[in-house]
């Protein structure tokens, strides 16, 4: 089972940011990054959207990268949930 090889956290549904890249290979990771970060950071602040913890989604069978800013949940339980996740 996934949750005894990966810390795994269920987070409820919530407002969010959210920005696609295509993903086609280990080089998408790195593109992603340089092009999406900036735009995903533009658009927070144009939104006024506290900044965050940003995560990324990577839907290999989809061919995308999903960068995913969750605003409607406080930044301390997302940091929480965070940190459980990498244990």
């Given at each position: 089972?996934?949750?005894?090889?990966?810390?795994?956290?269920?987070?409820?549904?919530?407002?969010?940011?959210?920005?696609?890249?295509?993903?086609?290979?280990?080089?998408?990771?790195?593109?992603?990054?340089?092009?999406?970060?900036?735009?995903?950071?533009?658009?927070?602040?144009?939104?006024?959207?506290?900044?965050?913890?940003?995560?990324?989604?990577?839907?290999?069978?989809?061919?995308?990268?999903e960068y995913v800013r969750p605003y409607?949940?406080?930044?301390?339980?997302?940091?929480?949930?965070?940190?459980?996740?990498?244990?």
């Amino acid at each position: 089972e996934l949750r005894d090889k990966y810390g795994l956290v269920e987070m409820p549904q919530s407002e969010a940011l959210v920005a696609s890249f295509p993903y086609k290979g280990m080089i998408s990771i790195f593109f992603g990054v340089m092009k999406v970060y900036k735009h995903l950071h533009q658009a927070i602040n144009h939104k006024q959207i506290p900044q965050g913890p940003i995560m990324e989604v990577y839907d290999l069978p989809g061919g995308k990268i999903e960068y995913v800013r969750p605003y409607s949940i406080p930044n301390e339980q997302l940091e929480e949930w965070l940190t459980l996740s990498e244990e």
